[in-house]
């Protein structure tokens, strides 16, 4: 099959992928790119273990074309911090232990970074409802909400103090 060339911007740098029209986003951020932090949890759209930020929306990328991520501004759970700068959802979720295999996380981190643009004082509804793309085996949700939670607070705290 013919290849396409793709230009966009990941993680705050220019990209130029080549790949096949029918290839998934997912499948070029983790094979192109080697961002495996993106996951793939299941083949029907449910689980947002695949979600990223793509032109500040979450999007789950195992239902997106590479070819419509044209020109597009993506982030991935690893534009969002590094092991030594915690992004403050990363760091809430460490503190209030809202993962336990790691499979969801990036997902519901990436979706929970848009969340708080979304609504950035949301309550405990607004966060279950808000994530309700996002699918966890391991922590039955409780401790992700926290985590949320307590993201929210500690980001309105920073803005008060800026
Ligand atoms: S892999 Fe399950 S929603 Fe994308
Ligand atoms: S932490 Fe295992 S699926 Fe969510």
Known sequence: ???????????????????????????????????????????????????????????KSCSV??????????????????????????????????LQCGYCTPGMITRAYRLLQENSNPTEEDVRFGMAGNLCRCTGYQNIVKAILASAEKMNESKETA
């Open 1 to 59: 099959m013919e290849k396409i060339r793709l230009n966009m911007t990941v993680n705050g740098k220019a990209v130029e992928v080549l790949t096949e029209p029918r290839q998934l986003l997912a499948h070029v951020l983790r094979e192109e790119l080697e961002l495996t932090g993106t996951h793939i949890g299941c083949e029907s759209t449910h689980c947002g273990a695949c979600t990223i930020d793509m032109n500040e929306m979450s999007v």
């Open 65 to 98: 074309f590479a070819a419509q991520a044209q020109g597009a501004e993506i982030t991935t759970i690893e534009g969002l911090g590094n092991p030594d700068g915690l992004n403050v959802i990363q760091e809430m979720f460490k503190e209030h232990h809202g």
